[in-house]
């Protein structure tokens, strides 16, 4: 509580370099070292650090090992947290095949879709089940996090049905901005956004190229 | 040029929709009908619309079909866009096989790695490189795209690596900020940052619920 989002948004990254370091036997880490690694300033490393309750030693820095456990303690990395995810589409299934998140101390345990060739199938251990098992699992579960990957018509739709049946949190992945009750955490990742981005500055370099070459 | 970053998100969120009304044989689409199904407000999809150059007709919306080549051609969709993918690891291997990017013009034709066992393999049509086969791939293929799903510790040296070698545009998925020279455009898309504020507020809200039990 009270600490910023821009420092939580940062601890993986902590997170992701001191088991690298560890990897590489490395016992000691100071904070301009961090920073350099990860292009960060020295201060806001330091800053960042400190809410997690961890603090360097002058000239030796951080022990490698208890800044991780510190970091993984104060972002509960140490508790796995349990999704249901529903679109079992091309993205679902990226995301179900994705290994990374239960590193990142979250587990996809069930995945719901409407494809009747999909439903009664498993991928990567995870089971896919058809929409009307939701009510009876969440029921029985008590999953904090719901994932959305389904079409953006749907997925506002699905929020709903997630919040009214208990979930905590929701991941969303379509393309729409979600409408949420107060208190239910969202989180958008918007793929195709940064992608849409992308296209559009490497289109606008191409005409001031071309507008270059038209006037010479 | 000169359109709003937050429009150029939006794009693909109304491009998602108009496929989808289209498959639905919805003929015509309202300003007010749009932003109800996409939760925005309807003055703002009339000022998005209006950049693509589509206007609708009082009464009888926009003709889905115009509509959505406007859009596409607005946002250079017409045209593919290939990429370089640099580390097939579990998010590498999950981006690869997402078929989605097709869709929206983009399509990886190479991805390199330095595990020699998945060198000289291919993965959803797309084949996996020594990263010493990156220059010359580069210098032959001229690819905008450059697409990082590395360790955080080496996407920097990846990312000066490609910039060398002629990409226009970084699409960073590396838990790490990334220093570029002015004129290569750089989006970041960091999901573990996402799952972090998702678990840190879980964590909260816990926190604060047993509190309240406490006082009980």
Redesign the interface.
């Known amino acids: 509580?009270g600490?910023p989002?821009p420092t939580?948004?940062?601890?993986?990254?902590y997170l992701?370099?001191l088991k690298?370091l560890l990897e590489m036997e490395e016992s000691n880490v100071s904070a301009p070292q961090i920073a350099r690694?990860?292009?960060?300033d020295p201060t806001q490393v330091v800053k960042d650090l400190s809410y997690a309750g961890a603090s360097g030693r002058p000239r030796i820095g951080y022990a490698v090992g208890d800044l991780l456990t510190s970091l993984k303690n104060f972002?509960?990395?140490n508790r796995q947290?349990e999704a249901f995810l529903v679109g079992a589409g091309?993205?679902g299934?990226?995301?179900i095949?994705?290994?990374?998140?239960v590193e990142?101390?979250?587990r996809i345990v069930a995945a719901f879709d409407i494809n009747k060739e999909k439903i009664g199938t498993e991928m990567n251990g995870v089971p896919i089940f058809s929409m009307d098992k939701y009510r009876d699992l969440a029921d029985r579960l008590h999953i904090?996090?719901g994932i959305i990957t389904t079409?953006?018509?749907v997925a506002?739709e699905i929020a709903d049905m997630m919040v009214c049946w208990g979930i905590?949190?929701i991941?969303n992945f379509a393309?729409?901005?979600?409408?949420l009750p107060e208190?239910v955490?969202l989180?958008?990742?918007?793929?195709?956004?940064?992608?849409?981005?992308?296209?559009?500055?490497?289109?606008?370099?191409e005409?001031q190229t071309t507008e270059i070459v038209n006037q010479q």
Do not use: C
Not at 8 to 13: C, E
Not at 37 to 40: A, D, E, K, V
Not at 187 to 205: C, E, R, S
């Open positions: 509580m600490v989002e939580i948004r940062r601890m993986p990254t992701n370099l690298e690694r990860l292009n960060l972002m509960g990395y947290r091309s993205l299934q990226a995301l095949q994705y290994d990374g998140f990142h101390s979250m904090p996090i079409p953006a018509s506002q905590k949190a991941w393309p729409v901005a979600l409408r208190g955490i989180q958008d990742t918007h793929i195709y956004a940064n992608l849409a981005v992308i296209l559009n500055k490497l289109m606008d370099v005409k």
